[in-house]
């Protein structure tokens, strides 16, 4: 008979294993001595502890499953519980109840982390709901669109809720986006229509203006242009492959026709501006005739000057109230020696201001005798109110005797 501290062996060869609760057989060997049995027996102890190590690294460091980690468990307690290796069997299933305590509690924690989890994805899922709801009612188009898909690729990234869940939030989701999509399709189909409008409207623009582009009516023609791009303007814009073209169109008959008014316009400048320098020389010579000293001889050659004046043709708007300007004096200044002379020799105005002036100095030597009397009878207030009298007759007498000097005398 052989025996170690763990097991040992009878003589029929029957081999035990030594446990808290008493010996436990193992097994029967016939095949060699008894140290070979007990050696073959421990071989086995040894390759469960080597298989208990191995099981406790790869729950501790690696992501088995408590399934798979619980089936190794059970594979390995049940070659303990039937006693097949001779050790001390004893700690290696507290080994194994230390394992199934670690795996239980790496479940709970992976069900709490999921439990985590799902809340974290609900609670996304729910802020990606709201948001898109949100978005619904946007009238940014591109932007809200470009969001609401962003938002599609973050939904599928995140796990997956309890089916009525998450086919309740997804169902919110997709009818917000549907809301969206709906009301975008039925603006830009309104827009559509409203461009199709603006088209037809620059369409007729273009038409008059290209018929207008060979007007030399040049004032009203460029008047109706000024008209037709304000038109054009409160059209809108067309669609997008139309408003370029029309606009060319719109644009080119303009050009056509204001370049054609501006060569004529240049031409016209230049020749007014010759005018000008003619006038000029005319106002010249005209100025010369003042102060008019010789009547007649003013008066013909003013007719001469104002003559050729009305010959010369047009000068530019700008210039032309300065130099009109300097031909009004002159003739104003001819004007007033004519109203001199024929008031000096009118015999029926110099009668009557003849007469007027008599008529004056007879009423200041009235008013003067009858101061004069006032005062020496005292009556300072009468004299001194026929005094305000006299001042006005004076003045009168003093602007009648200023034109009758006039007369010549």
Sequence with gaps: MSSDPWGRVDETGTVYVRTSEGEKVVGSWQAGSPEEALAYFERKYEGLVVEIGLLEKRVKTTDLSAKDATA??????????????????ETLGRRLDALVASVEARREERKARKAKQTDE?????????????????????????ERLRALVDTWKGLPRLDRKSDDELWHRFSHARSAFSKRRKSHFAALDAQREVARQAKERLVAEAESLSGSTDWGPTAARYRELMAEWKAAGRAQREHEEDLWNRFRGAQDVFFAARSGVFAERDAEQSENLKLKEELAVEAEKLVPVTDLKGARAAFRS?????????HVPRDARPRVEGRMHAVERAIQE?????WRRTNPEARARAEGLTGQLQAAVDKLRAQIDAARAAGNNAKADKLSRE?????????QALKGLEEFGG
């Design 72 to 89: 190794a468990i059970d594979h390995i307690r049940g070659q303990i519980d039937e006693h097949h290796a001779v050790g001390d069997l």
């Design 121 to 145: 994805a609900r609670h996304a899922k729910e802020a990606l709901v709201a948001e898109a709801e949100e978005l619904a009612q946007s009238e940014q188009w591109r932007a809200a669109g």
């Design 305 to 313: 000057v104002n003559e050729r004046w009305e010959a010369i043709g």
């Design 337 to 341: 020696a004519e109203e001199t002379e």
């Design 390 to 398: 006299l001042e006005g007759r004076q003045a009168l007498l003093d």
